[in-house]
């Protein structure tokens, strides 16, 4: 079955360190994945996605992941934290049929 | 602007009560989901239609129903015979193909006393 696993169910940095939210899928062809970002009593919007192109994604607010097909992994990094970036992050797999997502990663971060 | 909402934002009922949340799109998109959320936990499919008068159930549909009589207009029923029915609930459209996000709306907190 098509899943998407999150490492890490709260991470916590200091404002200006790297964010790195894990995220491995399984399955045994390249799927199409996303980053989500949820805020307190929001929906979803989407950071960035992958579909097959380049394999490092430039999503807004000036998150990137890269796609790594030999670790099944789709991490979602961004250089320096800011204050305005805590929230929930998802990362989830479309397969055509049906969108699978994490159970997510609460990012705090620290002034 | 195109988009997706969902009303009311914030929804309270008695036990016993069935209860219908709205959600239109403008997207032109095919496809509708219905999600429930739990505080710490992931998203989960309740029901979801790729055409109109046509939907599936999805990991969690008991207690719930839907219709889609229009491309626009996916209500979600939570009915009395749902356990547990107090959540956030996300409705989202999409283009159908696997390399289409999902697009969603605002939510809806229903609470059930």
């Known amino acids: 079955a098509q899943s998407v696993t999150q490492l890490g169910s709260h991470v916590s940095v200091s404002e200006g360190a790297l964010v790195l939210l894990r995220c491995n899928y399984s399955?045994?062809?390249?799927?199409?994945l996303f980053w989500y970002v949820q805020y307190p009593n929001q929906g979803l919007q989407l950071l960035l996605k992958?579909?097959?192109?380049?394999?490092l994604v430039k999503g807004i607010n000036g998150f990137e992941a890269e796609f790594k097909k030999s670790e099944t992994s789709f991490h979602l990094t961004k250089p320096s934290a800011h204050m305005s970036d805590a929230a929930e992050y998802f990362c989830?797999?479309?397969?055509?049929?049906?969108?699978?997502f994490g159970t997510g990663t609460s990012l705090t971060v620290i002034p | 602007d195109g988009g997706i909402t969902q009303s009311p934002k914030y929804l309270f009922r008695k036990e016993g009560q069935n209860v219908t949340l709205s959600c239109e799109q403008n997207l032109n998109h095919d496809a509708m989901y219905w999600y429930r959320q739990d505080p710490g936990q992931g998203l989960r499919l309740i029901y979801y239609?790729?055409?109109?008068?046509?939907?599936q159930k999805g990991d969690i549909a008991e207690g719930y129903s839907v219709s889609r009589e229009k491309k626009e207009s996916f209500p979600l029923t939570v009915t009395s015979a749902q356990k547990n029915p107090t959540a956030f609930y996300l409705c989202a459209s999409s283009i159908i193909g696997d390399r289409y996000e999902q697009y969603f709306g605002p939510g809806t907190r229903l609470t059930v006393t």
């Open positions: 989830a797999v479309n397969t055509g049929n049906q969108f699978y």
């Open positions: 992958y579909t097959s192109a380049a394999t």
């Open positions: 239609s790729q055409i109109v008068n046509d939907f």
């Open positions: 399955s045994s062809v390249p799927p199409y």
